[in-house]
């Protein structure tokens, strides 16, 4: 198993599959690097792919207190170690990752990004998060409330129904979900209050492509609003996906687009 050492001293796990230019995904919320093994098997295709668990997650270690800033240094890890720049891939709260990254000294390391689904919420397209959506994460957790963690997650930050996610807690991979349930807190984090970060997003000079589904409408228009936000954007919709798209739906965009 391929490793890096973040900055402070984090070691960072990786699959690495050669085949051409280099390609970082940035992906694990609730889970890890397996989650995106699929993409990554298609991409490799066509690229070199660096497929990591985030701190925290899966093989990677971790180091306290968490920090956004040690996450960017991870994925810097990353980027040197694909010989110092990369194409960057973030999909949903890990998009909001790379944009920050990309906002940063990163930028230069960075030949092109493409982000799925960020998921800031717009006044009026949904019901807020709870302003104390991180605070309630924390109680739970000190409780030993990990399935009631992923549900708060689910329902008041994905916007699922609870009756939904009520039957999602019956379901044989909901254990893997609560053993992760500590994540969300550093998510949590990532995220602040939930809202489009446009002073952040314009100095983002990365060319950047900003990708939906078309079926969550207020995901679509997170997608439309980070887009406008950055200088330098292109904006795409792969009708028809959800949120936790196809890799065979996503791919061929992601090599159409880093291949051009």
């Known amino acids: 198993m391929p490793q890096v050492t973040s900055k402070d001293g984090t070691i960072i796990a990786y699959d690495r599959i050669d085949q051409g230019p280099a390609v970082v995904i940035v992906g694990g919320i609730l889970g890890d690097r397996s989650q995106q093994a699929p993409l990554a098997a298609l991409l490799s295709q066509h690229f070199t792919v660096f497929n990591y668990d985030r701190r925290a997650h ?20 990353l980027l040197n170690e694909a010989g110092g720049s ?10 909001v990752l790379a944009l920050s990254a990309a906002a940063s000294d990163l930028a230069s390391k960075m030949k092109k990004l493409a982000a799925w689904e960020p998921p800031y919420i717009l006044e009026g397209s949904r019901p807020p998060a709870p302003q104390d959506y991180k605070e309630q994460l924390s109680k739970l957790l000190s409780e030993d ?10 329902t008041k930050a ?3 129904p609870v009756e939904f ?3 999602m807690r019956q379901a044989p991979w909901w254990s893997a979900q609560e053993a992760l349930a500590h994540t969300l807190l550093y998510d949590a984090i990532l995220m602040g209050d939930f809202s489009l970060p446009k002073e952040r997003l314009a100095k983002v000079p990365v060319s950047t492509l900003v990708i939906d589904g078309g079926q969550t409408p ?19 919709t792969i009708s028809g996906q959800p ?8 791919a061929p965009v992601l090599v159409e687009v880093f291949a051009a």
């Open 218 to 236: 207020w995901l679509s228009h997170a997608a439309e609003a980070t887009a406008s936000a950055l200088p330098n954007a292109q904006r795409r």
């Open 158 to 160: 994905v916007g699922m």
């Open 58 to 77: 899966g093989e990677s270690g971790f180091t306290a207190p968490y920090a956004v800033e040690r996450e960017i240094e991870d994925l810097d890890a």
């Open 86 to 95: 990369a194409f960057v891939y973030g999909t949903s709260g890990c998009a």
């Open 145 to 154: 409330r990990r399935g009631d963690m992923v549900e708060l997650f689910m």
């Open 243 to 250: 949120h936790n798209v196809e890799a065979s739906a996503i």
């Open 165 to 167: 996610v009520a039957m």
